[in-house]
């Protein structure tokens, strides 16, 4: 019978999401609305309400003609435009209700729907990534045999991590300084508002993720699905086996190898449910994203992907290719239903279990490697983040100074950016989060952050997507060099799995 391989599956369920999506956008995401006079609380003689994907607007006027409006924008993530009505809210308690009730629009209702249905799948894969982890670094490490070998394996890790996140920044600094998309725009630097965020310095973070290395208590660092903690204890705990040596670490390993198959298991079926998970979670963002904003933002935006392309498509793909020697075009469509899972969740940690699938069933790489790099990469490799980042913060350099900054400042940037990307959690926005900290290394105001608010969605879903290729060509490069092997097959070991009949 006829069956159509999982990435077009997943391909065709992005388009029909997205395409219904932004039907509901461009058809259904007005209403303008008024509270019926039963339903009025005390005191109030009338509510008005106009909701878009723009802007909510609600106007309360009392029985002694106050009138109050409230202007939400409502192309910020609807959570936190929902936060704002709380102010209203605590002159008028029933605000939250009656806008629930009487004043969204079918977009944003019917998308907000969809995201429900969508997270179902992100829980899916939220729940196989704890134990999935742990069981693949301790058959990863145990297979290794000797704990040296994981010291070699490491410093290659960092040592790619390092390089092509730099390299994926200073793609990103030449595009700005070509396309230069903060001059010539008819932004006004001084709109915006300053996000509520607070990521402290960048000592600070880097001293946090250290101190996450070491969990006083590994069991609540599993409990609360801390990756790095989870990591740190894991990879220790399968050296110390490997030292103590003998039955205990037969014993282990054995334990750990059926252990790891089970969820192996448990995140391929998982994976056959991506072309749904990712088809409402596509609905939900082009219904709830306003389209307006793309026209100002136009060259930011256009500069951020063209660097991610770039990085993506070619430098990525050269260190495949030569480094790797592996078919880039093979390993890309291998990958592919994790790639396109982290578009549509723009969450690293949310595709690890993916990431892992595809990377050991369907592009043939080796456990011992995968389990190692993979994890690791979800929390500190950030390619995506790292060049957004520069890019981001040279714009608003821009915006605000009418001139591009000065080369010695761009430096800086791009180095806090690094660092910024390796204290981002994999998780949508955190990017954003983290930018904080490079703003303040050049000494930029904060609050011209709020400019970028609100297409950071769209640009996390592609820079989600570059941060785990990274990750996934990570352990190609990391795998070459551990099997010693040089056949230029993207396939080396002929992956058993039967998930393989679907690939064409
Ligand atoms: N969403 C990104 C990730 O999960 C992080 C970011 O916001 O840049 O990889």
């Not at 939900?284 to 500069?303: E, H, K, N, R």
């Not at 060509?473 to 039967?498: L, M």
Request: hydrophobic share 50%.
């Amino acid at each position: 019978m006829f069956k159509l391989a999982l990435h077009w599956q997943i391909l065709i369920g992005m388009i029909i999401g997205a395409g219904i999506g932004l039907t509901l956008n461009v058809t259904l995401s007005q209403r303008e609305s008024e509270v019926p006079e039963a339903a009025l609380p005390d005191g109030v003689a009338s509510i008005k309400m106009f909701d878009s994907v723009d802007v909510v607007e609600i106007t309360v006027t009392d029985d002694d003609g106050a009138v109050s409006t409230l202007l939400v924008d409502g192309m910020k993530p609807p959570s936190e435009a929902y936060a704002t009505l709380d102010k209203l809210a605590a002159k008028h308690p029933q605000i939250y209700q009656l806008f629930e009730t009487y004043g969204r629009s079918w977009a944003r209702t019917l998308g907000e729907a969809a995201n429900a249905i969508g997270k179902l799948f992100l829980r899916l894969l939220q729940m196989v990534a704890v134990p999935l982890i742990v069981t693949s670094l301790m058959t990863g490490v145990l297979g290794l045999g000797h704990a040296e070998r994981l010291g070699r394996m490491f410093g290659r890790t960092i040592l790619y991590y390092m390089s092509t996140s730099l390299i994926a920044i200073t793609t990103g600094l030449i595009l700005v300084n070509i396309i230069n998309p903060g001059l010539n725009t008819g932004l006004n630097p001084q709109g915006g508002e300053a996000p509520d965020v607070a990521a402290g310095n960048l000592g600070d973070v880097l001293f946090n993720q250290l101190k996450t290395m070491i969990p006083p208590n590994p069991i609540a660092a599993l409990a609360e699905g801390n990756f790095l903690s989870i990591i740190a204890f894991s990879l220790a705990f399968a050296i110390f086996a490997l030292l103590v040596g003998g039955k205990t670490t037969e014993l282990l390993t054995e334990f750990f190898n059926a252990a790891f198959e089970v969820m192996m298991r448990m995140t391929m079926a998982i994976i056959r449910l991506a072309p749904v998970g990712v088809l409402f979670l596509m609905l939900y963002v082009t219904a709830t994203q306003g389209i307006g904003v793309f026209g100002s933002l136009f060259w930011y935006m256009l500069t951020v992907f063209l660097a991610l392309v770039f990085h993506a498509f070619v430098t990525l793909p050269l260190i495949l290719a030569f480094v790797a020697r592996r078919n880039p075009w093979e390993y890309i469509k291998a990958l592919s239903p994790a790639l396109l899972t982290a578009f549509s969740s723009a969450s690293s940690n949310a595709t690890l279990p993916l990431t892992m699938a595809c990377v050991e069933q369907r592009a043939g790489v080796s456990n011992r490697v995968s389990s190692f790099v993979l994890p690791l990469g979800a929390t500190v490799n950030m390619d995506g983040t790292a060049l957004y980042e520069a890019v981001a913060v040279l714009f608003i350099a821009q915006l605000y100074r009418g001139e591009a900054l000065p080369i010695t400042q761009q430096i800086v940037v791009a180095l806090t950016a690094l660092l910024a990307s390796i204290g981002a959690a994999g998780i949508p926005h955190a990017g954003l989060v983290m930018m904080v900290i490079i703003l303040q290394a050049v000494g930029l105001p904060l609050e011209l952050q709020g400019i970028i608010i609100a297409v950071d969605r769209v640009l996390d879903m592609c820079r989600t997507s570059v941060n785990v290729w990274s990750d996934a060509c990570g352990c190609a490069v990391v795998s070459r060099f551990e099997t010693q092997q040089t056949s230029k097959q993207a396939f080396p070991e002929q992956p058993e799995h039967e998930f393989e009949e679907s690939k064409s």
